[in-house]
């Protein structure tokens, strides 16, 4: 009966909603690194900490009021409460209940509650033994008024900070890795300071006439001298003394030397991670990031304008110098193969991203670059670049929602204006980002004037502005020649005078900004003056 039950509760707890989304905002809260809720959960307990710690050292010379003892008593609660939480969330009980279950179905033997009960034991016990853990737990210890020694254990709240600060858990967690090399160090250190303070008081006891009374004396002097403070309170009276403080002295540097190389070497080794923690950590904060993959020519111009609109992106990229051409313009960078599905996961495709811009100049890493991110988010915006025509059709079968062919597009324009000199000096203009001449689009929303208009009966000379083409998806369009698809839909390069606006279409204008929006004013004019007559 008692095994039916837990097993229905266990599974009621991995299907409910509610309780799965529960313990996962606590994670985010408590454990996931990279989560908004727990960088502010950490900056407010670091502040409760804190007050804790002078409340405490204030009751020592002082009687606290009543106030004063109730919020401190707020505060040991929610140290009390996070305990519990984190060992609530360190590992789900109900799926050991079930594995234990289904492993004997399987099997056709009878669930052993003890192992089971055995198992969820060993896990809670193992969270309460981890050092932080620990740390917690005696950090609650100083509150308990009746037993005043336990204020000794006020340190372990200091200790606390280590869980909230980046910092000293990044240097903890290098200490960590680091830890056979110091090891070695540390037996190699021990090995010297046993060997000096037993040779310091051989030659320096008082029947030799020197100043070390007992062996601490001499292990004292040994630290002492070993670290380089030499206090000089006690000092070597001897030759065979002066000689082996001596030695300590060159070993010392030797030490210090060899545990600086390590840390150094640990913090070099880290860097990169560093980098990319502030990347991830910078990419949190923003909505709509645009991914760049590729920082090339294309991807470089991709990249200032975007800077240039304040558009947020990050750049992925194999080579380490196209990173490095990246990082000193002040971009967001992660180096690795924009294909690998980790690599996108944590740029955030399927978290903020709004779309991804493949500007490699290798059609095949675009095709797989598409292929893959297409598989991630379905519903993400793909935009890459060609640099065969042959590989356009094989790019939309991967999921591209556009495709860029930018060498055809440079020798269409050469082709076509080269012969109108001020055309080709705006579009150059354009290209080399000089400020006079901008490319934009103008939609043909309903009821505006130019809708069932012709080309050529439309006055773009009033605004000085000049049509590169037109975006359309309406069918009758099909008939005109310079016709390139555009996934579901087409674009018509320099239409000819007779081409027909239709609502909804695009048009692709070059001139001042000023002309522009002169246009967009009197396209918007004409459709409150239609809609007023009717």
């Not at 988010?377 to 556009?402: E, F, P, T």
């Amino acid at each position: 009966m008692l095994t039916r039950l837990l097993v229905y509760l266990a599974y009621f707890l991995k299907t409910s909603a509610r309780y799965q989304s529960t313990k996962h905002f606590f994670r985010r809260l408590l454990v996931i690194p990279q989560s908004q809720p727990k960088a502010y959960f950490d900056v407010f307990m670091l502040v409760m900490v804190i007050i804790s710690v002078f409340l405490q050292i204030d009751k020592v010379s002082h009687q606290p009021p009543q106030w004063q003892l109730v919020f401190e008593d707020c505060i040991v609660a929610l140290f009390i409460i996070e305990y519990l939480l984190r060992a609530w969330i360190h590992n789900d009980n109900h799926q050991i209940i079930l594995d234990h279950y289904e492993r004997s179905e399987y099997l056709s033997i009878p669930v052993k509650l003890h192992k089971v009960f055995k198992t969820i034991a060993a896990k809670k016990i193992e969270y309460a033994l981890s050092p932080l853990a620990l740390i917690d737990l005696l950090a609650i210890l100083p509150s308990y008024r009746p037993l005043r020694f336990l204020r000794v254990f006020l340190i372990f709240r200091l200790f606390k900070l280590f869980r909230y600060i980046n910092s000293i858990k990044l240097f903890t967690q290098i200490l960590f890795n680091k830890r056979f090399e110091l090891y070695t160090l540390g037996v190699f250190l021990g090995l010297l300071l046993f060997i000096g303070s037993i040779a310091i008081f051989l030659f320096e006891n008082p029947d030799n006439g020197g100043d070390v009374h007992d062996l601490f004396d001499a292990f004292y002097l040994a630290v002492v001298t070993m670290s380089t403070v030499g206090y000089g309170d006690i000092a070597p009276q001897t030759a065979g003394g002066r000689l082996v403080v001596m030695g300590l002295i060159f070993t010392g540097l030797g030490v210090l030397s060899f545990f600086t190389s390590i840390i150094v070497s640990a913090f070099t080794d880290k860097v990169n991670d560093l980098k990319e923690n502030r990347v991830y950590a910078e990419l949190q904060r923003h909505e709509g990031i645009v991914i760049i993959c590729g920082f090339g020519r294309v991807g470089m111009h991709v990249a200032r304008q975007l800077a240039d609109h304040q558009q947020p992106f990050v750049i992925i990229d194999k080579l380490e110098r196209h990173i490095e051409d990246a990082s000193r313009l002040g971009y967001l960078t992660i180096q690795g193969d924009a294909s690998n599905n980790d690599v996108l996961s944590l740029a955030g495709i399927n978290r903020n991203a709004s779309a991804i811009l493949c500007t490699t100049g290798d059609d095949v890493s675009n095709v797989y670059i598409t292929l893959t991110s297409r598989q991630l988010n379905a519903d993400i915006r793909i935009i890459s670049r060609a640099y065969r025509h042959d590989n356009v059709r094989k790019l939309y079968q991967a999921g591209a929602d556009n495709v860029i062919e930018p060498f055809e597009i440079a020798g269409m324009v050469a082709a076509e204006y080269v012969g109108q000199p001020v055309a080709f000096g705006a579009i150059a203009g354009i290209m080399h980002e000089e400020k006079e001449f901008v490319l934009d689009t103008v939609r043909a929303h309903p009821g505006s004037a130019i809708i069932g208009k012709k080309i050529a009966e439309i006055d773009f000379d009033h605004s000085k502005l000049m049509l590169i083409g037109v975006i359309s998806t309406d069918p009758p369009h099909l008939k005109q020649n310079e016709s390139y698809q555009m996934q579901d839909r087409h674009f018509y390069f320099n239409p000819k005078h007779a081409f027909e606006v239709q609502e909804g279409d695009l048009l692709v204008v070059m001139g001042k900004r000023i002309g522009i929006d002169y246009f967009r004013y009197q396209l918007e004019k004409s459709r409150f003056k239609i809609g007023k007559k009717r």
